[in-house]
């Protein structure tokens, strides 16, 4: 039997401060096995060569190419300061991996870094406060230098960030790369086009990325994790180079985004790219795969993959038990080279952009599996399969072994309450100190009690869905909550010191106007009674898997008559016979929220966010233009401190 070297790529882009877990959970899974495997990020790594002087001269050459009428402030700003940005980029880098915390000093002076436009926000910080405080004083005060710094400095890398989309690539962005070419796209031409374009400077460094990774590796077979659709066009532009130069080396396709859109895939122009596309938790497919490329099996008896030569094959084996799933690894990722960021300034948020997490997930699926706008078809929610506490424990401990750092983050879909608590129970009794956070469900079973033993074992902050804050919709989508609820579960943690983010959402089937700007008074006094410290509004899309767009009689709307799609599947239009206007709505909703995060405007009338032009700041009270085309809140103003006040009685 042949050995196989197998090399997992994280195409880009993700997200800076940590990897993306997908190649971390099957090298550990294929190391488990006794496959030779191995990792790389290349999200990670295409930053870090943009972000390089060298990257920067790249840039600018081509900045310098642009017509006049083509330059933005962005691009303006940089020609004219790049000495200053080459001069301070590599420190800057440095700084944000944690290996120089003294520059913090000069970088918070703001006479060192230049400052484009992104730094036009700064003045809008405020706090509530109009007392002329210097902005960036209000938030981080006289001692929170590190902060500071890593904030200015986020700033700056944004600003280059603009740079290289306005000036290098139209599509690129540090967190997803030409997304609108594979979102929800039926047909793969928009793609195919595209990916016979001239190479751009991001494309020709992802080019160069692959071949030393080839080289370095001499992989038999590539396994591309495509998560989301903006590391799609990525994935395939890696094949391409792949096929172009190692055309003997087998390319497979993976990843959520291949779970959830390519299922129905009829276009074999993708096989000019890659070999296999797999659906599902990938441990089963791969290991069938492995044992195609060494003989040991058939075509015909490949797991869930659709093939060039045989269209889709599903042999129909059982998935690999979460518990046979072996230990996540970060072996060959660059761990020290990650970024850690502050872009908002929210507690909560920053979770997401700042520190090395390890991730890990509690179970597989959805212990709920009900809401009617989730995936609960699909096997990434609804094969729910728990591992014993033990066995978690073991990973955690190996992790920190492994990376050196404590931080989880646990990317449950839901995590489920009971596992959560002898998790909690088993933390505390072999005394090991982590720090943890995790996607929940606001459910009653997270009382005091729970919260302060989560807290105990390391809990720092939790994220669940509200989703629409109305009792009528939450009813509909089968949640299992109510506000009512979801105020004394939110509290509770927040009491035990945890900071809770809750996922709202927008544009339900047959949800009002009159529906909308309650739901947004319940979060404002969500956040006034200190319940909640951040929050994200969705709005909602209908995917062909959900039971919204398996039902839609169900939920009172009309799905519109699907495009014949032969590429990528799953969000459909569908026609609400309430005809509100979500969009205009969302605005105002997604207003609000920003700046209750920031602690402003919290006693505001919620009509007022809903106008053309919203307030700045807490001071300005009163009705004013436009509030008249929305209707008052019917949600009594003490609502959730009442139903607060009843839980502890
Ligand atoms: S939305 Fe969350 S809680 Fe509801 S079924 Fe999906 S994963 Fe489970």
Redesign the pocket.
Known sequence: MRDLTILSVIPPTTQLNTPYPSTAYLTGFLRSRGVRATQADFSIGLALRLLSPEGLDSIRHRVDALPGASHTASTRYFSAHFEAYRGTLAPVIRFLQGRDPTLAHRIGSRRFLPEGPRFAAVDQYTGGADDGTDPLDWAFGALGHQDLAKHIATLYLNDLADVIRDGVDGRFEFVRYAESLAASQPSFDPLYRALHAPLTLVDEMLKAMTLEALSTHRPDLVLLTAPFPGNVYGAFRIAQAIKATHPSTTVVLGGGYCNTELRELREPRVFEFVDYITLDAGERPVMALIELLQGQRSVQQLVRTHTRSHGYIDAKEPDVAFSACGTPTYDGLPMPDYLSLLDMLNPMHRLWSDGRWNKLTVAH???????S????SLDY?SRYDLASTDTLIERIESLVAETGQTGFHFVD??APPKALKALAAGLIERNLPISWWG?I?FEKSFDTELCQLLADSGCIAVTG?L?VASDRLLKLM???VSVEQVARVTRAFSDAGILVHAYLMYGFPTQTVQETVDSLEYVRQLFLNGCIQSGFFHRFTCTVHSPVGLHPEEFGVMLERPTRATFANNDINFIDPTGVDHDLLGVGLKKALFNYMHGMGLDLDVREWFESSPPRGAHRRGRSRGTDSVPASRVPPDFIERALSRATR
């Not at 699926?365 to 809401?371: P, V």
Request: with cysteine.
């Open positions: 699926g959805c212990y709920w599996k009900q809401c706008f989730c995936d609960v929610i879909e839901a996607n469900r869905g989703e089968k949640k299992g």
